[in-house]
């Protein structure tokens, strides 16, 4: 009968004393039972959502570590008025990363087959040297597709198509995205181009403008330059966008998207005290701008914010259309859905106060892998 593992787990614990604490912690884990494996974790990435878990609301600068070079703490400060929103997590050693990819090492009765096997998991945990998991959690890779190709295969790619599948679910007929030179952008941007859905990319420079343009994309605006508003209002005036998805959440441009969308839609239409009858939905999935969402009422009353994530939408859609989702990923998953990483660091090397701070700066172009059995 086979033995369970043992290995590190990085946890990530807010303390009463106002404190966040990352550490690596041992696990062990039985023998995986009827339906379950157990996968060396080879890679799993470091995305905004994983961020929100492993740091919270703590100050990055404010990083002390401890610890020894084998089993590495790093301790930071969050500010008393943030304390209220995590009084849920006090105390609670909480596992990290919600998606990754590895090898088959242990197989219960009927999953023998994927043992040795290179796989793509979902189910959160991944910042962990090994994973139990059902096998309805994994899902195995092409031959010559290697873990870091699987370890994004599941957030970036499943929420690009959800967008989509969104769109044509609420009757809207092209998209406006934020923060669109990200690496789920430029999924995005090919998901479009391949499907014939009209998208406008906001992006924050030049440079990021270049990533897309680079890639195929019509529709770039850059919300830095002066002629921000009009090179909007023409990109939405071309596509016809009434749906936008915004990663940033916090200031102005999800007010300024919404407000040149009704701009666009009265152009030739006589006045009406109400606005528009376009209807108008701006959906906040992220929080690149942790400062409030400022609304300024100069888009009519037929509109509508809130807030979008991936489980709400999948858990709604049905086991059909992530069924169909998650096929097409696998059946691209190196070319529409590949993912590019400027850096690998192991567990140890996550919890040293530069890399971190690295990490948490989110920039455009910059994407961390993690590699658990470095």
């Known amino acids: ?12 614990t807010v303390t009463d004393a106002g404190k966040l604490e990352l550490t690596l912690e041992p696990v062990t884990l039985d023998p995986p039972g009827e339906g379950e494996v157990i996968v060396r974790v080879q890679a799993a990435p470091v995305n905004p959502s994983d961020l929100g878990l492993l740091l919270g609301p703590a100050d990055p600068a404010s990083a002390v570590a401890g610890g ?9 400060d969050i500010a008393p008025e943030r304390m209220t929103m995590l ?8 596992a990290v990363g919600n998606e990754g990819a590895g090898t088959v090492i242990q197989a219960g009765p009927g999953a023998e087959a994927l043992l040795g096997r290179t796989v793509g998991m979902l189910g959160g945990a991944m910042y962990a040297q090994y994973r139990k ?11 010559g597709q290697t873990a870091a190709d699987g370890a994004s295969m599941f957030v970036n790619p499943l929420t690009a198509l ?44 030049a440079a990021q403008a270049a990533i897309l343009r680079d890639i195929g994309a019509t529709h770039i605006v850059d919300s830095t330059a002066p002629d921000f508003r009009e090179a909007l209002m023409a ?45 108008k939905q701006l959906y906040i999935y992220g929080v690149l701008d942790t400062s409030p969402t400022v ?45 590019r990483y400027t850096r690998t660091i192991g567990l140890a090397e996550a919890l040293d106060p530069e890399v971190m701070r690295a990490y948490e700066r989110k920039a455009t172009g910059e994407k961390f892998l993690i590699d658990p059995s470095r």
Not at 1 to 12: H, N, W
Not at 87 to 94: D, F, I
């Open 1 to 12: 009968m086979a033995e369970g593992v043992t290995g590190l787990e990085l946890r990530s």
């Open 162 to 205: 959800a967008f989509v599948e969104t769109m044509r679910a609420e009757g809207h007929k092209a998209i406006v995205h934020t923060a669109a030179a990200s690496n789920l952008g430029q999924m995005l941007n090919r998901i479009c181009l391949a499907d014939g859905v009209p998208l406008v990319n906001v992006v924050r420079s």
């Open 87 to 94: 009084a849920s997590r006090v105390g609670e050693s909480m």
């Open 235 to 279: 990109a939405i005036r071309a596509t016809g966008a009434t749906l936008a998805f915004d990663a940033v959440g916090g200031g102005k441009l999800g007010g300024q998207i919404l407000a040149a969308m009704e701009a666009v839609a009265n152009e030739g239409t006589a006045y009406s005290r109400y606005g528009s009858t376009s209807f």
């Open 295 to 339: 609304l300024n009422r100069n888009f009519g009353f037929s509109w509508s914010v809130g807030g979008w994530l991936l489980t709400p939408f999948l858990a709604k859609a049905g086991k059909e259309v992530l069924g169909r989702l998650r096929q097409r990923v696998v059946d691209e998953l190196t070319t529409t859905f590949a993912s």
């Open 133 to 143: 998991l059902p096998v309805r959690d994994v899902v195995p890779l092409k031959d």
């Open 68 to 76: 020894t070079a084998e089993r590495p703490t790093l301790t930071l």
